[in-house]
């Protein structure tokens, strides 16, 4: 049996033995591309270079990798189909090889059948393949390479093979692998009354309609798509070649894994086998349905499919799967950088998992059930993609915190659903009952945190529908302020004005667009305008042989500045990366032509700038040795005036560690260390303990910024070259910005300098206004605050004990029972509920043994009945929660409280004397009838 990791293991060493360089696995957070949620397929890091954006990394033509992958949103979302299907998952391992304008079909048709058939060792005559009907070229190609029939290669039209990144730009058809399971996998089984051609285990020859039966029926299963790129598709639909055609393939590993390990479930492959292990630990209850060695006997389970009480070993195998399948997402999403939110790629990340949890529900599970499995994905995939390990904590507890979170609602949310979408059955099916209406669906997201995919699955469950519509209308505010922040931040990767080289004008002596960043040596420098490009809203965007202009990258904003030429001058208010090249972007004014200028940018706006980001990798290292090595940089923002710095932990950051970290950044910042940089290879970086940024897109070679014996991160930005060139380091604030996310706001050098002294007129100007010295604040507050306490008890004392008003509440008191019980009713002065409670409670304490019945109108228009009951009567079973109820009735009031004090709101305080006429009698009832 060829394990997952042999397979992955031959696929990247076969082809880099055929001239592949090995990439690693992207980021799931497309570096460049907020077009899309996550990476969904191999060729996704390299976009660019097929759109010809970019060259490919290093000059090297041929690529191979084996890729993360989610599609769990947007587009491609498997989501709703995990679990109950063999092969569909929210994450998944897409193995690729790659060519960028080298080899094409002959050589990509030869690469996957030699490995098929040599590597794998796969039967030829289980396999079959597709093309697209008008690829008669590579429908040639496999007769000629691989010997297959005509009766063995299938042509389908362009839902199915042919392929187009988008409405325009590299598109062309694609030849998809097929095996036949029928004769791999040890489990395969015919469905249920199947007749037909393709049902026959003796037949090795198929027609079309057999095959395409077959297919849909899951025998003939597909696992690499060959993507041969060859046209570029115009805006009128026309298809131009490509001068040099390019190769795109993709192969998913757990389907590989499965059939080569004789079965047809990819949950029953070895990259599962751990998962499903680690649920059966936590549940107690075996995958195949039997009791664990730990039985959960006579366990049930309240609301399993259909709504209906189930037994825990009749659970559907499919919330296994779902708890497998999520937890895998969620490891992989958190160790790259997603953080569960509201909004974006964060919600997908909730919805995930969320949906394991109610699957947890369905298995028994009232506490974190998740992140066990999660810790097994750790331990089985941690090797092959080390970051889970190097961020275990943060996922592990991240993981935690969410679960309990949704546990604190969901049986709450459940009861309310319960109450909207009761089950009803006739005739035993269930009946139709109706909508859930947007509103409630709604409230349900809103107040119980239940994702609208996951309310939807279990209205599906019970036969009802939801008002989607409505959902959404109730929505449209989070919706909208979604959406504009999504398009603010939208460049896409179709070629723009900027990006397309070929829309610049260049100078007469360049032939192309030149640009070089100087800017980590220069403030100003005198250099040649290469390239220009007038912008449609007026400004023009220029590049510069030397460049000391930095584009906003890594947090740090854009620089901004001038340059100045023969009789023009732009005033720089923005930097874009163009392919690398730094492009400033500002108005011009005067008559612009090409020649020498002068490029400036303001020395102290620069040094500020450097300050903040040094502070941000002190910072980062302090965050890390007071609070742990879970921590890990979230986001940043480094700009002049501020920095922002957002961090992985759970729970806000107290005073005194807050001082603590603030005074070890200080003291980096006075041990005046030398901040050095220098360029390595990325592994190698990594290897020296480098911090790498979550979710950003590195090259081969990196920029290293050391604080030596303290920090070591991977950056492009500026820096100071002495860490006591920062000054001082000052903490604004520390807030929470998401769950398990962290924010620290601070300044550096005059910023903090301007803040102390702020905070020192503020000081002084107390001071002023208490008429002590400075020096003496403290003392002379606290000498205050004791007065005002020492006045509270004596106005508290006062309304309990002294007040006439509590003395002629008790002289008017009448008997109301035979062991000198009384009962006092009266309307009476009180500022507000709380003092009418103080009173109340002065009258338990001097009654001796009854009930007070008091009532009064305050300012804001409310009027408040109070009842108060003796300890000793309360002993007796008189309650004051229960007489509160039918007194206030008297009045056409409501309300309850607790068995030695009571309270009800009146609408009208008239009705205040019918409720003391009902009281006697009522009391006179609670005492059992004693007169």
Not at 607 to 617: F, G, K, M, V
Not at 689 to 694: E, K, S, T, Y
Request: negative net charge.
């Amino acid at each position: 049996m060829m394990l997952a990791s042999e397979i992955r293991s031959r696929f990247l060493q076969y082809f880099a033995r055929n001239g592949h360089v090995v990439r690693p696995s992207s980021s799931l957070v497309p570096g460049d591309d907020p077009t899309l949620l996550f990476t969904n397929a191999g060729m996704v890091q390299f976009k660019k270079v097929f759109l010809g954006m970019e060259d490919p990394p290093d000059g090297r033509r041929r690529a191979t990798t084996s890729q993360k992958c989610v599609r769990a949103g947007g587009k491609h979302n498997d989501l709703e189909q995990v679990g109950h299907t063999a092969r569909h998952h929210t994450f998944f391992e897409m193995l690729g090889n790659f060519s960028f304008g080298d080899y094409f079909k002959r050589d990509a048709i030869a690469f996957a059948w030699e490995f098929i058939t040599t590597e794998l060792g796969v039967d030829p005559s289980l396999l079959r393949v597709s093309v697209h009907h008008t690829d008669d070229e590579a429908r040639g190609l496999w007769r000629d390479i691989a010997g297959l029939p005509d009766s063995r290669i299938y042509s389908l039209g362009d839902a199915d093979n042919f392929w187009q990144m988008a409405d325009t730009g590299p598109c062309g058809p694609c030849s998809e692998i097929f095996i036949d399971l029928a004769h791999v996998a040890r489990d395969w089984r015919f469905p249920e009354g199947a007749t037909g051609e393709w049902t026959d285990l003796d037949r090795k020859e198929f027609s079309f309609d057999a095959f395409i039966e077959g297919s849909e029926a899951g025998r003939f299963l597909e696992f690499w798509n060959l993507v041969f790129m060859q046209f570029d598709r115009q805006p009128d639909g026309t298809r131009v070649p490509l001068p040099k055609p390019s190769v795109d393939t993709g192969a998913g590993l757990e389907r590989i894994s499965a059939f080569m390990q004789g079965v047809t479930n990819n949950y029953h492959a070895d990259l599962f086998a751990p998962l499903l292990k680690a649920v059966e630990r936590v549940v107690g209850i075996d995958y195949w349905g039997r009791e664990s060695d730990e039985p959960r006997t006579g366990v049930k389970i309240r609301g399993g499919h259909g709504g209906m009480d189930v037994v825990a070993n009749a659970v559907h195998p499919a919330s296994f799967r779902v708890l497998a399948d999520h937890a895998r997402a969620v490891a992989f999403l958190l160790g790259d950088g997603v953080f569960p939110s509201n909004e974006g790629r964060g919600y997908v990340l909730r919805r995930i998992l969320r949906r394991a949890v109610r699957h947890a529900w369905l298995l028994g599970r009232r506490e974190p059930t998740l992140v066990s499995v999660v810790g097994a994905v750790i331990e089985s995939m941690g090797d092959v993609y080390p970051e889970l390990r190097q961020r275990a904590s943060h996922i592990v507890s991240t993981t935690r915190v969410e679960e309990q979170s949704f546990l604190a609602t969901i049986e709450g949310g459940l009861a309310r659903f319960e109450q909207l979408a009761p089950l009803q059955t006739a005739d035993g099916g269930i009946d139709i009952r109706g909508t859930v209406s947007g509103e409630d669906a709604f409230r349900l997201y809103d107040t119980f945190g239940f994702p609208i995919d996951l309310t939807e699955l279990m209205a599906r469950e019970r036969g009802y529908v939801v008002d989607i519509a409505g959902f959404e209308a109730a929505l449209e505010g989070q919706r909208r302020r979604s959406q504009e922040e999504r398009k603010s931040r939208r460049v896409g990767v179709e070629a723009n004005t900027l990006d397309d080289l070929s829309a610049w004008q260049t100078s007469p002596e360049a032939r192309q667009p030149e640009a070089k960043f100087v800017g980590y040596d220069v403030v100003e420098i005198d250099t040649q305008v290469t390239a220009i490009q007038r912008l449609p809203d007026g400004r023009i965007a220029m590049m510069l042989r030397e460049s000391p202009f930095y584009a906003e990258s890594g947090g740090q904003v854009s620089d901004r500045g001038e340059i100045i030429g023969d009789e023009w001058r732009v005033e720089v208010d923005d930097v874009k990366k163009i392919d690398g090249r730094p492009a400033a972007i500002g108005m011009v004014t005067g008559t612009f032509q090409f020649g020498r200028a002068k490029a400036r940018i303001p020395t102290d706006r620069r040094l500020d700038t450097e300050r903040n980001h040094t502070a941000t990798h002190l910072l980062h290292a302090a965050l890390r040795q007071v609070l742990g090595e879970s921590v890990h940089q979230a986001g940043s923002l480094v700009a002049p005036e501020r920095l922002r710095f957002d961090f992985t932990h759970h729970g806000p950051v107290n005073a005194e560690r807050l001082t603590e970290i603030e005074a070890i950044v200080n003291r980096e910042i006075w041990r005046s260390t030398p901040v050095t940089t220098r360029e390595l290879p990325y592994q190698q970086a990594r290897s020296l303990g480098a911090m790498a940024l979550f979710g950003e897109k590195y090259g081969d070679v990196v920029r290293v910024v050391s604080v030596p014996d303290f920090s070591m991160e991977l950056c492009g930005g500026t820096h100071v070259r002495n860490t006591s060139q920062i000054s001082l380091f000052k903490i604004v604030a520390e807030t929470g910005v998401a769950a398990g996310v962290r924010r620290i706001e601070a300044v550096t050098g005059p910023g903090a300098y301007e803040l102390v002294r702020s905070e020192e007129r503020a000081l002084h100007r107390v001071a002023g206004l208490l008429k002590s010295p400075v020096e003496s604040i403290e003392r002379r507050v606290a000498g205050l605050l004791e007065e005002r306490r020492a006045l509270e008890r004596r106005l508290e004392e006062s309304m309990r004990g002294g007040g006439d008003q509590l003395q002629s509440l008790l002289q008017h008191a009448q008997s109301i029972g035979p062991n000198g019980s009384r009962l006092v009713t009266s309307i009476v002065r009180a500022g507000d509920v709380k003092e009418l409670q103080s009173l109340g409670d002065a009258v338990r304490e001097r009654l001796g043994s009854g009930v007070g019945v008091l009532a009064a109108s305050f300012e804001d228009g409310k009027n408040t009945l109070l009842v108060v009951v003796t300890d000793d009567l309360r002993d007796r079973g008189v309650r004051a929660d229960a007489l509160i109820k039918d007194i206030a009735a008297a009045a056409g009031g409501r309300g309850g409280g607790k068995p030695h004090m009571a309270q009800a709101g009146i609408p009208d305080a008239s009705g205040f004397e019918e409720a003391f006429a009902r009281a006697p009698a009522l009391v006179r009832t609670a005492l059992g009838g004693d007169t």
